[in-house]
């Protein structure tokens, strides 16, 4: 059911549909079927795909060599609230007729920020009120709700890494009050993304305080919540750099020690970025990995990087072959602990039409949906796991089995290895695994 408000926003463009790969319909889905199977899941189940809000609805193009190219029709009001409440209606508009189930925020997407952090409370009180109607009258949900400790000036320093108390107590009220409006929403999850917990000069930093502050703010974050009766779970979102020359929640392997370091490990997940694992010299499907080793695969942020620079240029996900070896992980460590699947991505700044978002979107529930069903196959249909199982078949019986039950001691290796001709050459056959991709694209 599409939901608008008053106005029509999107204009000419009606419930995108799957039509199946042979359809010229360029607003109508190739791949993703929300109701098909895979793997004894919906692809709905699977993805819950999430418009993020700040994206699609806030940010209108600006880079630092000029302004914003967009210009949103329900920005036109100079009433903050009424403003808010026309976005409101476009994003219930543009998420029913994607057909996509949730939405992402950070406070002040949701209605702009006063000077007064009391006022900016109410202003948020008000526009949660006028959501959750909306919510009512649809089934939309929200995967997720972050407050924004980045944007604003008092923030240059850090947020809860700020040197002055004054400044992480400002945090701290805001986080609260971004609790309080996921609550609010129904939230299913809560996101931290450190944007300004990092430093640009360890000269002026003292890591040791900064690291301790950090932990402190997520431990009473959690306990605030979980006091309130929040059931969801608690995302760090890893990014190596930008807007900090150097970020504390490096990469998942980072955040991960850091989580189990303060004792943090039960309540927090990991919401991966596609982008941010690009900038850390990672790939998606490493990112992925390494959280689902700890169980902390949380939630995904889609997007993707520009190979030829380095930065976090958010663009939505194009690439089949890598979203297929992302799915393979995806699928072989049983989906997303609690999340989903957020289009953390921005049209380009000369996309400036109203129905270029929807093409944007539909590109990338198409790619992720086509790698679900090519991962599926490879995983039911070739020799991939075989191959890969086979590679460790040594440690299935004999010393390799003692070995793996921690039956073997160093110097118990020195013997079999004195006693053994020299091991012989196994090929990694990594040109036979890569093609098993192509042959199933
Ligand atoms: C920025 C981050 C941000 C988080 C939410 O690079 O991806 O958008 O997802 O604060
Ligand atoms: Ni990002
Ligand atoms: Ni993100």
């Not at 972050?146 to 944007?151: E, K, Y």
């Not at 299913?188 to 040791?208: A, D, K, P």
């Not at 118990?412 to 020299?422: F, G, Q, T």
Request: proline share 3%.
């Amino acid at each position: 059911m599409i939901v608008t408000g008053d106005k029509e926003f999107y204009k000419g463009v009606g419930k995108v549909n799957y039509e199946g790969k042979e359809s010229d319909n360029p607003l109508a889905y190739k791949y993703y079927n929300p109701d098909q199977l895979v793997m004894g899941k919906t692809m709905r189940e699977h993805f819950k795909f999430a418009i993020a809000y700040w994206h699609s609805f806030c940010g209108q193009g600006a880079d630092p060599f000029g302004p914003g190219t967009q210009k949103f029709p329900w920005d036109e009001s100079n009433d903050p609230m009424q403003r808010a409440r026309n976005k409101a209606d476009a994003a219930f508009e543009l998420i029913t007729k994607l057909g996509f189930d949730y939405f992402c925020f950070h406070d002040v997407d949701l209605v702009d920020e006063s000077d007064n952090l009391i006022e900016t409370e109410k202003r948020l009180h008000k526009i949660g009120d006028y959501i959750s109607q909306k919510k009512k009258d649809s089934d939309v949900k929200v995967l997720w709700g972050t407050a924004n400790c980045f944007s604003n000036p008092i923030y240059m320093n850090g947020a809860a890494t700020n040197p002055d108390f004054g400044v992480v107590a400002r945090a701290g009220a805001q986080i609260k009050m971004a609790l309080d409006l996921t609550m609010a929403l129904g939230g299913e999850n809560y996101v931290f993304w450190g944007g300004r917990e990092g430093y640009m000069s360890l000269l002026n930093t003292n890591i040791n305080k900064e690291l301790d502050h950090m932990a402190k703010m997520l431990s009473i974050a959690r306990d605030y919540a979980r006091g309130q009766g929040f059931k969801g779970t608690f995302f760090i979102e890893p990014k190596p750099m930008e807007p900090m020359k150097h970020q504390y929640d490096f990469d998942a392997a980072t955040a991960i020690g850091f989580l189990r370091a303060y004792g943090l490990q039960k309540d927090f997940k990991l919401n991966i970025e596609v982008n941010h694992a690009t900038l850390a010299q990672h790939s998606f499907e490493h990112e992925l990995a390494i959280a689902a080793h700890s169980g902390m695969l949380g939630s995904i942020d889609a997007n993707r990087g520009d190979n030829q620079n380095g930065w976090d240029t958010d663009q939505f996900p194009i690439n089949i072959y890598e979203v297929t070896e992302a799915m393979l992980v995806f699928l072989q460590s049983g989906g997303l602990q609690g999340g989903g699947i957020n289009f953390d991505a921005k049209i380009r700044r000369n996309s400036t039409d109203l129905d270029d978002i929807f093409h944007a979107h539909i590109g990338g529930a198409d790619t992720f949906a086509r790698a679900i069903l090519t991962a599926e196959k490879i995983l039911t249909q070739s020799e991939f796991l075989k191959l890969r199982k086979d590679r460790y078949n040594s440690f299935d019986s004999g010393s390799g089995k003692q070995f793996e039950s921690g039956k073997l001691t160093l110097e118990n290796l020195y013997e079999i290895a004195s006693n053994s001709k020299s091991p012989k050459k196994i090929s990694g056959k990594q040109e036979l695994f890569e093609n098993i991709i192509n042959q199933f694209i």
